[in-house]
């Protein structure tokens, strides 16, 4: 096994354990802009499919590549967008005085 | 190393985690996520900016056509249809991971053995997220029948499917000369997304796509491995590991085990599984009833089901909420996990619905309160207020935890027929003395409703 394999699954146990400390936190309330924003930077796949697509030898690596561009562009901007479309639904009682009932 | 480009994916990887942690409050959601998207902007700058990359036509093109598709798909899609929306997405990605993984064995067939198996598992991870994730499109968008469908010797053939291509994944990383191995694990992997998703139902769905946002991460994840990018590592581990916390919030709010999900097909029997239940009346309240309960209330709790956001009665309930309250009744929301088609659908339907978030309660935080609340207003919700999860140890539903509505001094419960929840169990709840059921359409009754209050 080579250092820099070593590292890479080092770096990818300890992300995954600080990912459950980070959600973990998340109140249900947010899960859904949780899903749609944690989707999104699953889209990081997107840096792999731009080297892929624009390594410039052509033939069917090239096309993988660039119809990876095209999946991964879709899933991080409509991912991101949908987010803050969410959250920006999301508002807090302004009436404070009035009789919510809210603790 | 390419020490300026590893800095700013190390930059990268901090917003997203940076990001990650303001998600987990409503008032700095919205920076998170912008976060999140300034750490992906960065990254994609430092990748173009590479020397592997020579010409940039493609992915010019490539870009252009997903932002496109992108931008379209965020601004039309309606809340409702969400949960399609983020399968579709988790989809994409996993594909995408399983197309790089595959152009970078075209490009480098003589790859050190450590790169092969991350080639393989990014090829199989990718592609059941991609075919397992439209499939779940299609139940959700209605293209394809909701209902689970079964096979025989399900549980065997899938782990039969997994097995032949791990075999198939090792040969071919001990001779990746061998192409026509990685073509049929590719193949293989595209066929059990099919096969493990199809036997799910309808409402088992939330888990599934909780299971399958893992899966895109992991994918991600794997594809970093391929490319010893730790950038891609870290964003698909984060993910990873978020997926399966909302996997296993989902299988507890419904207390089932994630293999139940899996394999048991629930929801594939039509009609209650005990039908030999005496027949009981319900008595039939009017809307005219009911306002003049609600009008009469110091207290109101709402609990609002899927049946409430297929009706789309958000809207007309909110200004149901809002006469009452303006009435000085104290009017709050009791939001069940698994109410919705995702984990915190119901949240965004009524945020939609401008209804603040403040006023939308957790279970553990509300349910103490049911007993000191004059009415529990149940709204297209079934299963979540049976209280057979609580008594009826024969009960599929036994031991899920449930909203107390049963404890509330009177309940009304609006609901389009008698039939039994996704379960299939009677529910108690509808035959008691203090319970007015009030049949219809939610958002003709809710309508009808506001009439009545606001006179």
């Known amino acids: 096994m080579t250092e820099a394999l070593m590292f890479s699954i080092v770096i990818f146990v300890l992300a995954i354990f600080l990912g459950v400390e980070l959600i973990s936190k998340v109140p249900p309330l947010l899960h859904t802009p949780l899903m749609s924003g944690s989707n999104a930077i699953s889209g990081i796949t997107l840096v792999g499919s731009l080297i892929a697509a624009g390594e410039g030898h052509g033939g069917l690596s090239v096309y993988l590549g660039t119809i990876a561009?095209?999946?991964?562009?879709?899933?991080?901007?409509?991912?991101?967008?949908?987010?803050?479309?969410?959250?920006?639904?999301?508002?807090?009682d302004k009436k404070t005085e009035s009789k919510t009932g809210t603790p | 190393m390419n020490v300026p480009a590893t800095f700013a994916y190390l930059v990268a990887s901090v917003f997203f985690i940076l990001g990650l942690k303001f998600l987990g409050s409503p008032r700095t959601a919205r920076r998170g996520n912008l976060f999140g998207a300034i750490g992906m902007l960065?990254?994609?700058?430092?990748?173009?900016?590479?020397?592997?990359?020579?010409?940039?036509?493609?992915?010019?093109?490539?870009?252009?056509?997903?932002?496109?598709?992108?931008?379209?798909?965020?601004?039309?899609?309606?809340?409702?249809?969400?949960?399609?929306?983020?399968?579709?997405?988790?989809?994409?990605?996993?594909?995408?991971?399983?197309?790089?993984?595959?152009?970078?064995?075209?490009?480098?067939p003589e790859s050190p053995i450590d790169v092969l198996i991350s080639i393989v598992l990014s090829v199989l991870i990718g592609a059941v997220t991609f075919t397992g994730s439209l499939i779940a499109?299609?139940?959700?968008?209605?293209?394809?029948?909701?209902?689970?469908?079964?096979?025989?010797?399900?549980?065997?053939?899938?782990?039969?499917?997994?097995?032949?291509?791990?075999l198939l994944g090792i040969l071919f990383a001990l001779d990746p000369g061998q192409w026509y191995l990685l073509l049929l694990v590719l193949l293989l992997a595209l066929a059990l997304g099919v096969m493990t998703v199809i036997p799910i139902g309808g409402a088992d769905m939330p888990v599934v796509i909780s299971l399958l946002n893992s899966y895109s991460g992991l994918a991600g994840a794997?594809?970093?491995?391929?490319?010893?990018?730790?950038?891609?590592?870290?964003?698909?581990?984060?993910?990873?590991?978020?997926?399966?916390?909302?996997?296993?919030?989902?299988c507890k709010a419904m207390n089932r085990s994630l293999a139940n999900v899996l394999f048991a097909g629930v929801g594939s029997e039509i009609g209650p599984a005990n039908a030999e239940t005496v027949q009981r009346t319900v008595i039939r309240y009017t809307p005219e009833d009911a306002a003049t309960m609600l009008e009469s209330a110091q207290s109101v709790i709402i609990i609002p089901g899927y049946g409430l956001a297929v009706a789309q009665a958000q809207h007309v309930l909110h200004e149901l909420a809002n006469f009452l309250i303006q009435r000085g009744t104290q009017v709050r929301y009791a939001i069940h996990p698994v109410a919705g088609r995702m984990p915190g659908h119901m949240n965004v339907l009524l945020a939609e619905a401008n209804v603040p978030y403040d006023l939308l309660l957790e279970m553990d935080q509300i349910n103490d309160d049911f007993q000191n609340t004059d009415v529990a207003l149940v709204i297209g919700a079934n299963d979540v207020v049976n209280p057979a999860a609580r008594s009826k140890k024969d009960s599929p539903l036994y031991g899920m935890p449930i909203l107390n509505v049963d404890q509330a001094r009177s309940a009304i419960v609006l609901k389009r027929s008698l039939n039994p929840g996704f379960a299939g169990e009677d529910n108690e709840l509808f035959y008691e003395k203090k319970t007015m059921m009030v049949f219809g359409d939610a958002k003709a009754t809710l309508t009808n409703l506001v009439q009545l209050v606001k006179q």
Do not use: C, H
């Not at chain 2, 730790?230 to 996997?247: E, K």
């Open chain 1, 69 to 92: 561009v095209i999946f991964a562009t879709i899933n991080v901007v409509g991912g991101f967008l949908v987010t803050d479309r969410m959250l920006g639904m999301f508002k807090k």
């Open chain 2, 222 to 250: 794997t594809t970093g491995f391929v490319l010893s990018n730790n950038v891609l590592i870290i964003s698909g581990a984060l993910v990873g590991a978020s997926g399966l916390i909302l996997t296993s919030i989902m």
């Open chain 2, 137 to 166: 499109w299609a139940k959700l968008q209605g293209v394809m029948r909701g209902a689970p469908i079964l096979y025989p010797y399900q549980k065997q053939l899938n782990g039969l499917a997994v097995g032949v291509m791990l």
């Open chain 2, 42 to 108: 960065l990254a994609i700058i430092v990748t173009l900016t590479d020397q592997k990359i020579i010409d940039t036509t493609y992915i010019i093109v490539g870009l252009v056509i997903g932002s496109a598709a992108g931008i379209i798909i965020a601004r039309t899609v309606q809340m409702t249809a969400m949960p399609q929306m983020v399968a579709l997405l988790n989809g994409l990605g996993g594909g995408a991971s399983t197309l790089v993984a595959y152009a970078e064995y075209i490009r480098m």
